[in-house]
């Protein structure tokens, strides 16, 4: 039986099982379910059911059940009719459905920030990249995919405890993790890597880090924080302004509003998520002086 989108308990039961991947999709199969992927269901309400697509398996919720095996080798993005009549359509999960749906452990960071986050930290591809912490994988498998095939993503965690269940998540995503390193460690102890393109912090006292990133990050690197409340954000800036090595300290966060539209009436919609954490970035520099700089810009 799978949920609503609002109930985070769907077909993922976190035990620890890989579960298959989602987004991997061989070139001349992307319009049709494959066996082993997820597929997210949305009734005529908007609701949303992910599920894994397994032969023999059913799809169970309030409106009736589904067939696993009448969806795969289907298309993505037909309808289904379930054994109560009611229809339904059947799509891939984005990379933001399935962190909105997956198995929690520490909070994560939603599509909202992900997105701004990858682009403000110019993640490319090839690029090294560290963070910490590691928590529920969300913001790694944004990172993963962002670097691609030849980069590579090295998570520091300092809580064994979270660290399988993020391996789930990442691997639900992104099948072949082996650009993908985890240190159960705590990052304030240094940053193993050297020539690190991106440092991307989203812990609670990220200034306590500022230094081993300085030490790592190549010059021209940036480091992103990413912080709930402002006094932190002072902090961590204060922190990269005294280092001496960093300067483009800048801070945004991001505000995102649906919109209804339909004929009769344009609107914003009445609910939006306005505050979940605020970005910093900063760029790694040769420190001020050495190269006849007066001052920081
Ligand atoms: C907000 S969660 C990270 C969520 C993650 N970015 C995601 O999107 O799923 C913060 C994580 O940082 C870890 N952490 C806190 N301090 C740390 C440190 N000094 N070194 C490494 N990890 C740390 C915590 O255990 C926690 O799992």
Known sequence: MTTPDDDASNDQDGNGAVPPAVTEVDAGDRGRFRAGEL???????????????????????HLGWLPHDDVIGQSVGGWYTTSRGHVMLGIRPTLGDYVRLMPR?????????????????????????VEAGFGSGALTTALLRAVGPMGRVH????NEAVVN?????????????????????????????????????????PWHAVDA?????VTGGILLSFLPTVLQVQEVVLAL????????????????????????????????????????????????????????P
């Open 39 to 61: 597929a997210l269901f949305l009734d005529r309400k908007g609701r949303t059911y992910q599920e894994t697509l397994n032969p023999g398996g059913e799809f169970h919720c």
């Open 105 to 129: 452990g520490p909070q994560v960071i939603y599509a909202k920030d992900l997105g701004n986050i990858v682009s403000m930290a110019d993640i490319f591809p090839g690029a090294m990249v």
């Open 155 to 158: 998570s520091y965690e300092i």
């Open 165 to 205: 269940k993020a391996l789930s998540n990442v691997r639900s995503v992104i099948p072949d993790t082996s650009r993908h390193e985890v240190t159960v460690g705590d990052i304030f102890d240094g940053i193993s890597d050297t020539d690190v393109d991106r440092v991307i912090l989203d812990l609670p006292e």
């Open 213 to 217: 990133a300085a030490n790592a990050l």
């Open 241 to 296: 302004n005294n280092d001496g090595r960093f300067a483009r300290v800048e801070t945004a966060e991001t505000l995102l509003r649906g919109w209804n539209v339909s004929r009769r009436s344009v609107r914003p919609a009445h609910r939006m998520v306005a505050h979940s954490g605020f970005i910093t970035t900063a760029v790694r520099c040769v420190p001020p002086g050495r190269e006849g700089y007066a001052s920081r």
